[in-house]
């Protein structure tokens, strides 16, 4: 018994335990309070499947699985085809400036959705939309053309927002796809048109599949899109419906755990499906040992023209969102760019909110919670790592299952899910800060195990035999060998975390209190009051955090090897 019970198995089983604790039990929770007819914070009550009935077979649940498909299959398609086409010019075609162009697709991922939604909000409102309101002006119009509180203006905000992960995907596609196919197709004499229909579509077409499921749940999962444009507009989908059944008075738990319970199902499907199609597609693969280049496609003088809508495309869907949130923060009300609204431009906003208590407050909780869920979420990965990959412990297969389970559990859902939770079990936590990053933690387990997985299959198994024939125990072997050698990945995935974390909306927007309000929060609590230029300023400055984080993991990276 002696021999099992050393430092080695407590700290391994320790942190398996904690895994299973992060994953599961919120999972579980949910699931027992879906089927309670009373909230389960609340003695008493009966087991009931009523809430289910209410969520399959009432009218508003046809509606609601009606807008919510509607919204994630459009915008999810609109991102790929934006990411796929600008991934396309930047790996297989001549156009020039492809550093800049990689750089204006991958912008969008520091700035965070909310800030994106509102910039959208701030151009295309009907009411206060600067758009709509130049366009009325100038033609005379009563109402403005545009309406943003729509179907389609919330599958356009949400497409402009993600569509860098398509971008991302589909480059390494590209770049990795074999061009001899292509190659022997334009030899036997097939035009451009006709290899990339019967030759190019077909090979991608496992990885194509795989992009869209990827962008179908991202989307059926957002937030923000829906409770900021969404709910205006009276157009409930999933995650506002969940939001609005925990925020009316009285609160109808049940309902909003049987509508997160359905949404977790869609999420899960589609990341299983998506796992399935990429274990199956090395029947597809046309990478080989030998050596070649991606064939590139000489567009002659129309590679200006695809330059040119690379950059519109980049424009619109960035810049001008910052732009107007540059705007409104620099004058005293919100209105359409003019002469007298220049001339009474000042730094007043800034200087409030660099005084406002509240903002200094989400400031330092953000901080705290993005250093410490980014720090945390690695060590315990690394150890869950080195199970998964190097040790032969039995049942680790399931260890990675479960580490993995929180990439299908949509924010929304974590958040009423941990609610539940520490209102349930006798932890003190429910409320203050801790909660947060429990839930942080919980929700990038997936992102640190796979960045300190990949690290840690390139360690050679050697050199912890040498550490141990030299006399090193597993600890110092770890700590000394393992843990040094896996600094490039435990960064990266780090600053990566950290990102993540700081824009966080959808949990957080369940669990916070006064005390422990972050930055995301903060802002759509100024949406929420019409503070319009107020959160301008807070958007503006939480945009430049992000930008400076982003440049210290390219430093870092750099340095360390990684980034190019």
Not at 40 to 51: E, I, K, L, Q, W
Not at 183 to 211: D, K, N, Y
Not at 313 to 327: E, H, N, S, T
Not at 403 to 424: D, K, R, T
């Amino acid at each position: 018994m002696q021999r099992y019970l050393n430092s080695q198995t407590l700290i391994l089983g320790g942190c398996s335990l904690l895994v299973f604790y992060l994953a599961a039990l919120p999972i579980g929770t949910l699931l027992y309070g879906s089927f309670r007819s009373i909230p389960v914070m609340v003695a008493g009550g009966s087991f009931t499947v009523r809430n289910y009935i209410s969520a399959f077979f009432d009218q508003e649940a046809y509606y609601l699985a009606w807008n919510s498909l509607r919204f994630a299959l459009g915008s999810s398609f609109l991102a790929f085809m934006i990411g796929t086409y600008l991934a396309w010019v930047n790996e297989r075609t001549n156009a020039p400036l492809k550093t800049a162009c990689t750089l204006m697709a991958m912008l969008p991922l520091l700035i965070p959705g909310i800030l994106t939604t509102i910039g959208w909000l701030f151009l295309l409102s009907p009411k206060i939309g600067v758009i709509n309101l130049a366009l009325r002006k100038l033609l005379g119009l009563t109402s403005g053309p545009f309406d943003i509180f729509s179907m389609w203006g919330m599958i356009w905000v949400q497409a402009v927002d993600i569509y860098p992960l398509a971008f991302l995907l589909m480059s390494a596609a590209l770049r990795n796809m074999d061009p001899a196919l292509e190659e022997a197709s334009m030899a036997a004499g097939s035009s451009t048109m006709t290899t990339l229909r019967r030759i190019t579509l077909p090979v991608m077409r496992p990885s194509m599949i795989g992009v869209m499921l990827i962008m179908f749940v991202r989307a059926i999962e957002a937030f923000e899109v829906p409770a900021i444009v969404g709910i205006p507009g009276d157009i409930h989908v999933f995650t506002s419906k969940i939001y609005l059944a925990t925020h009316q008075y009285p609160s109808n738990h049940g309902l909003a755990g049987a509508y997160a319970v359905n949404l977790l199902i869609i999420c899960v499907a589609g990341v299983l499906l998506y796992q399935k199609l990429t274990r199956r597609q090395e029947q597809f693969a046309t990478v080989t040992g030998k050596g070649y280049r991606p064939r590139v496609v000489d567009l002659g003088y129309w590679k200006y023209l695809h330059l040119t809508i690379a950059v519109v495309i980049f424009a619109i869907g960035v810049i001008a969102p910052v732009l107007i949130l540059i705007w409104a923060s620099l004058v005293p009300y919100y209105g359409v760019p003019s002469a007298a609204l220049i001339a009474k431009m000042s730094l007043e906003n800034y200087e409030f909110i660099l005084t406002y208590p509240e903002a200094t407050k989400a400031f330092k909780n953000s901080l705290i919670l993005s250093i410490g869920s980014a720090t945390s979420v690695m060590l315990i990965t690394s150890v869950i790592a080195w199970i998964t990959v190097k040790s032969k412990i039995a049942g680790k297969g399931i260890l990675d299952v479960i580490s993995f389970i929180p990439i299908a559990i949509p924010g929304i859902v974590l958040g009423i899910s941990l609610m539940w939770v520490y209102l349930i079990v006798p932890v003190p936590i429910y409320g203050t800060i801790w909660i947060l990053f429990v839930a942080y933690m919980t929700k990038y387990l997936p992102y640190g195990v796979r960045a300190a997985s990949a690290s840690m299959i390139q360690i050679t198994s050697e050199l912890e035999e040498a550490s141990h024939v030299c006399g090193g125990t597993w600890q110092q072997t770890f700590r000394k060998i393992i843990l040094p050698l896996l600094t490039p990945g435990f960064l990266a995935g780090w600053l990566y975390i950290s990102i993540l974390a700081l824009r966080e909306l959808s949990t957080s927007i369940l669990l916070y209190s006064t005390d422990s309000i972050v930055l995301s929060v903060l802002i759509f609590d100024l949406l929420d009051q019409a503070q319009y230029n107020w959160l301008a300023a807070l958007g503006v400055l939480m945009i430049m955090v992000l930008m400076v984080m982003a440049l210290v993991a390219y430093k870092v990276g750099a340095t360390m090897g990684i980034a190019r």
